[in-house]
């Protein structure tokens, strides 16, 4: 329900691998640019998306993001 704590908790628990449907996704990608901190998101070594269709432009986001 609130996409900061998950990302705090990824971070917390050092989570690595990370299965979500796209819109979940986009709302951890909201969060982080709020926070300032897209570490726990970078820390990700494997990102499973699906469920939904997958927008082009949430994987521009994600390249973006991570490798900022």
């Given amino acids: ?3 900061a704590a998950v990302l705090d908790t ?3 628990h050092r989570v690595t691998i990370l299965n979500c449907v ?3 996704w986009s709302l ?3 969060a982080a640019e709020r926070q300032g901190s897209t570490s ?3 820390a990700l070594k494997w990102l499973l998306i699906g469920g939904e269709a997958v927008p082009v ?3 521009q986001r994600w390249r973006r993001l991570v490798t900022a």
Avoid: C, G
């Fill in 10 to 12: 990824l971070a917390e």
């Fill in 1 to 3: 329900k609130d996409p």
């Fill in 22 to 24: 796209p819109s979940l």
């Fill in 28 to 30: 951890l990608m909201d």
């Fill in 57 to 59: 432009a949430y994987w």
């Fill in 40 to 42: 726990a998101l970078a």
